[in-house]
């Protein structure tokens, strides 16, 4: 099976701007979070998202925003760009169901950098 | 709620060196815990897992018991090498539909 997806890798934004990072998770999988890495907060957790829906949700400001769609895929979306927008976004799918339900498996990452 | 505490890096080892990262906890019920690993420029990969008290995770040559009564979950290897040098986070999860939370992580570097 191929693992998750990410894309773009890199992306370079200036502040103001918006952006939308792409995830596909491993087939068959249902549930889709994405989580924020920087070197000063650590890995902290965005959103959720199963079945279409947002299932759980982090503290993050409403420019945070996100959706999946019926493959399961999903985007991330961050508007009004700031310089502490600039982080690793990773995106991690679970098969929810099976001897793996409560494992995540995480895709390389989208590293955004905002000028 | 819930939260993961792991030693502060970075911690700096000689090959063949034995290797103990310290992980605790605080969540309600009884999380499954785990380890993943980061090497440069990648994402996060499992390492091990252990979903109730007193199992014992292992994989590559790294351990971890699930410790109930200390709310633990000590990551160990007898022997590193330099291909371990990476990243290494402890996380919990309260199970379906809950989100993972993860530690601050603990970089290893491990020299020839």
């Known amino acids: 099976k191929a693992g998750v997806t990410q894309t773009p890798r890199y992306l370079i934004k200036t502040r103001g701007q918006q952006v939308t990072l792409s995830c596909s998770p491993i087939?068959?999988?249902?549930?889709v979070s994405w989580y924020q890495q920087t070197p000063g907060q650590g890995l902290q957790f965005l959103f959720e998202?199963?079945?279409?829906?947002?299932?759980n949700k982090g503290n993050f400001p409403g420019r945070f925003s996100g959706r999946q769609f019926s493959n399961s895929r999903s985007e991330m979306n961050v508007s009004t760009l700031e310089l502490g927008d600039s982080a690793l976004y990773l995106c991690?799918?679970?098969?929810?169901?099976?001897?793996?339900?409560?494992?995540?498996?995480f895709g390389p990452g989208t590293r955004l950098t905002v000028l | 709620g819930d939260s993961v505490t792991q030693m502060e890096g970075p911690v700096t080892l000689s090959e063949e060196a034995f290797l103990t990262i310290n992980c605790t906890y605080t969540?309600?019920?009884?999380?499954?815990l785990f380890w993943y690993v980061q090497y440069p420029g990648e994402g996060l990969q499992l390492l091990l897992k252990a979903t109730k008290a007193d199992d014992k995770g292992s994989n590559k040559g790294f351990e971890a018991t699930y410790r109930k009564e200390t709310t633990s979950f000590h990551l160990e290897k007898g022997s590193v090498q330099v291909s371990d040098s990476a990243v290494y986070f402890c996380a919990l999860s309260r199970g379906y539909g809950q989100n993972f939370v993860f530690g601050p992580g603990t970089r290893l570097s491990v020299l020839p």
């Open positions: 991690a799918s679970s098969p929810s169901t099976g001897m793996s339900y409560n494992e995540q498996f």
């Open positions: 087939s068959g999988h249902r549930s």
């Open positions: 969540a309600t019920g009884y999380p499954s």
């Open positions: 998202y199963f079945s279409e829906t947002q299932r």
